[in-house]
């Protein structure tokens, strides 16, 4: 289960600092070097990031971009490689240099969960090594079926030993087109859900629209161990997507994250302070209790960027 939920009453006398941003991304130098190379390995890649106008980072640019928003933490994610070396090759990278980023970087490790036996020795190795969760995996980049959830077994088994978080990308069933949108629509996400209910569970993408469905008495039973972060939210939704949530499914079931460099991390952290609506409390949880609690981020996770005010 997830672990028990913040006191908010407590998180309103917490420092406005320590802004937690849940979901970015960062990449090994082999890749920001030879980007093409890359594509050409991984279709899901090429996809992304074959033009060379999309940004590729690596976690030296992120902690640059964090001192200027104003990011205390920030989770870092790799890319969903279909091919487990290359998860390998990105793992190795994110452990290296997560440690030498002075305690304000937590990583997910990624591996393509439906291969078995294999995919799940290098989970346990991540974890060991101090991942904090799984993740992003994605279905269609990783070639594998959430409404058939079998294959993906010995992997949640890993997070289950660790009970480390499973964060999945999710998409819409509606709205308008765009690179990377995928299939991991909330019917297939329920399937999922269903199959492994003790799972930690973490939905980027608001969940593509899961928490509306959790009106549904039957969808929440199911949905009742899922937090969901609001990554890339300006491409998807109005602010008013964190109100409307909060307001369905409690504050401490959601986490923000920016899903940089998709988007900027101080463009999307002021829209939110000033557009979404929250109280001080659910503040305080949103942009970093919860994200705290969910990744079990160190305690200095609390603290305010260098140099930068609340």
């Known amino acids: 289960m997830i672990p028990p939920l913040p006191d908010l009453a407590a998180d309103r006398a917490a420092p406005t600092g320590g802004v937690v941003d849940a979901h970015t991304h960062a990449f090994p130098p082999e890749v920001l070097r030879d980007r093409a190379a890359f594509a050409a390995r991984d279709p899901w890649f090429g996809l992304l990031y074959g033009d060379s106008a999309a940004a590729l980072i690596d976690t030296d640019d992120l902690l640059a971009t964090m001192d200027g928003a104003g990011v205390a933490h920030s989770v870092v994610c790799g890319f969903p490689w279909r091919d487990l070396g290359l998860c390998r090759l990105s793992n190795d990278a994110l452990a290296e240099r997560v440690a030498t980023g002075g305690g304000r970087l937590s990583w997910l490790a990624t591996v393509p969960p439906n291969q078995g036996p294999a995919a799940a020795a290098e989970a346990d190795r991540c974890l060991s090594l101090g991942a904090a969760g799984i993740g992003e995996a994605n279905a269609d980049a990783q070639g594998f079926d959430l409404a058939a959830p079998e294959p993906l077994a010995a992997t949640v088994e890993v997070c289950l030993a660790h009970d480390a978080p499973f964060l999945l990308h999710a998409s819409e069933p509606v709205g308008h087109p765009y690179p990377g949108k995928g299939t991991a629509t909330p019917e297939r996400l329920l399937a999922f859900l269903a199959a492994y209910p003790a799972l930690r569970v973490v ?12 009106l549904m008495p039957e969808v929440a039973a199911v949905a009742g161990n899922v937090v969901y972060d609001s990554a890339a939210s300006t491409y998807l939704y109005r602010s008013g997507v964190f109100r409307t949530v909060l307001d369905l499914i409690g504050p401490e079931r959601v986490l923000f994250g920016s899903d940089h460099p998709v988007l900027r991390q101080d ?3 002021r829209r939110v302070r000033e557009g979404a609506g929250l109280g001080d409390g659910e503040a305080a949880a949103v942009l970093g209790g919860n994200a705290r609690r969910v990744y079990g981020l160190p305690a200095h996770a609390m603290g305010s960027a260098p140099g930068v005010g609340s």
């Open 267 to 269: 463009r999307f952290l």
């Open 203 to 214: 939905l980027a993408h608001w969940g593509g629209g899961l928490p509306f469905y959790e």
